[in-house]
Nanobody
Framework: QVQLIESGGGLVQAGGSLRLSCAAS????????IGWFRQAPGKEREFVAR????????SYSDSAKGRFTISRDIGKNTVNLQMNSLKPEDTAVYYC???????????????WGQGTQVTVSS
């Protein structure tokens, strides 16, 4: 069973930075796509960034582009999300997800972590 465990969330002031990590265990090579999603109170869960583990392809939502960077640490088997220039509207629970398709659609990710809270104060 694939397990994803997020860490690194917390409280930060606007303009600050946070680095989230997603530790993936028991991940077969077919589950090659890792995504970060977020859900703010009262809103739907939305795509933030994704990476293809084997090739390092990346892509971002418009809101994340230029501020967030997704990367993988092959040695540690983790996917990281470096978030800079944070804004209050980035406040949400951030989830790591894994799947077998290069997609931004939540429904195509079959494995999810428990989430980590990010709160950005103004």
């Amino acid at each position: 069973q694939v397990q994803l465990i997020e860490s690194g969330g917390g409280l930060v002031q606007a303009g600050g930075s946070l680095r989230l990590s997603c530790a993936a265990s028991n991940r077969p090579s077919s589950i090659d796509f890792i995504g970060w999603f977020r859900q703010a109170p009262g809103k739907e869960r939305e795509f933030v960034a994704r990476i293809r583990w084997s090739f390092g392809w990346t892509s971002y939502s418009d809101s994340a582009k230029g501020r967030f960077t997704i990367s993988r640490d092959i040695g540690k088997n983790t996917v990281n999300l470096q978030m800079n220039s944070l804004k209050p509207e980035d406040t949400a629970v951030y989830y790591c997800a894994a799947g077998t398709t290069w997609s931004t659609s939540l429904s195509l990710y079959g494995y999810w972590g428990q989430g980590t809270q990010v709160t950005v104060s103004s």
